[in-house]
């Protein structure tokens, strides 16, 4: 796969690490020009820039919190500055954490809705008009398999990436009479560190469920998010695509 996106400007949230990391790279090597924001993870994202140098076009990256409304409309600011303007966005920061529903926290229930849900909220907010405008764009959001299959310990991640798929269905009939693709990605279990916070009885009662017998590998994701930004994906309109192993309701 390579050059399906010549020209493109992208924005992926969350992408110095993970899932987001492969996303930028894979853009990257076809073509786009890309701007990566993530929580206080420079070195790392410095790493990144300098690892897909020479592969394409300028990365360049910044730290925004994608819950904060200021912070994020000065990275959507920057981004634009450095770009020109936005033609596809990734919605990807996201953070893990499980915790037994009886001792959720109203402050751990409310920090994830604000980074999963408010976060894509803000950074489509911030170039929906401009897309529209323009008669151009793909939004591609990342959602989990879990907001099907919901998880013991995940009941604020479930219901925020549940939340991500409604969205998407919803903005994608707002978006396509006028050009304007919204879709969601659900991935399946992956190793990252997302997931390394996860407890040893998760990951054993996780992997027993996998017909593969396995998590997937980053690299097995970000393909479905290239399909979904590049020509190849011009007749998907609000659709979660689902690369997850074949970990489907039990
Ligand atoms: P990761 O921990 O490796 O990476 C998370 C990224 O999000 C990092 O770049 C981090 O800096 C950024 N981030 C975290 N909080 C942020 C915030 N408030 N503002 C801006 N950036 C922030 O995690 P990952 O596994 O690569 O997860 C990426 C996305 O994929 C998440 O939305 C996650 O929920 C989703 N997902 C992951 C899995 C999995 O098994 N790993 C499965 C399904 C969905």
């Not at 994020?72 to 037994?100: F, K, P, S, W, Y």
């Not at 097995?220 to 074949?246: H, K, M």
């Amino acid at each position: 796969m390579q050059g399906m996106l010549e020209g493109r400007k992208a924005v992926v949230t969350g992408g110095s690490r993970g899932i987001g990391a492969a996303i930028v790279e894979l853009f990257a090597r076809n073509g786009a020009e890309l701007f990566f924001c993530h929580l206080g993870d420079e070195e790392r994202a410095d790493r990144l820039v300098r690892r897909i140098a020479g592969s394409g076009p300028d990365a360049s990256h910044m730290a925004c919190d994608v819950s904060d409304e200021a912070a994020v409309a000065r990275m959507l600011d920057t981004a634009t500055g450095r770009l020109g303007q936005v033609d596809i966005l990734v919605n990807c920061a996201g953070i893990g954490g499980e915790t037994a529903f009886t001792d959720m926290t109203v402050a751990a229930w409310d920090r994830m809705i604000a980074v999963h849900l408010r976060g894509t909220f803000l950074v489509t907010h911030g170039v929906f008009a401009g897309m529209l405008a323009r008669g151009d764009g793909r939004i591609i959001n990342i959602a989990s398999q879990l907001a099907y299959k919901g998880s013991p310990g995940l009941a604020h991640y479930c219901a925020a990436k549940a939340g991500i798929v409604g969205f998407t269905r919803a903005l994608s009939l707002e978006g396509a009479p006028r050009g304007v693709l919204v879709n969601a990605i659900a991935p399946g279990p992956v190793e990252t560190e997302l997931l390394a916070g996860l407890s040893a009885e998760w990951h054993e009662m996780k992997r027993r469920e996998m017909p593969l017998r396995r998590f997937g590998r980053v690299e097995e994701i970000a393909p479905t998010a290239l399909l979904l930004a590049s020509d190849a994906g011009s007749f998907y309109v609000g659709q979660t695509l689902s690369p997850n192993g074949g970990d489907v309701m039990i």
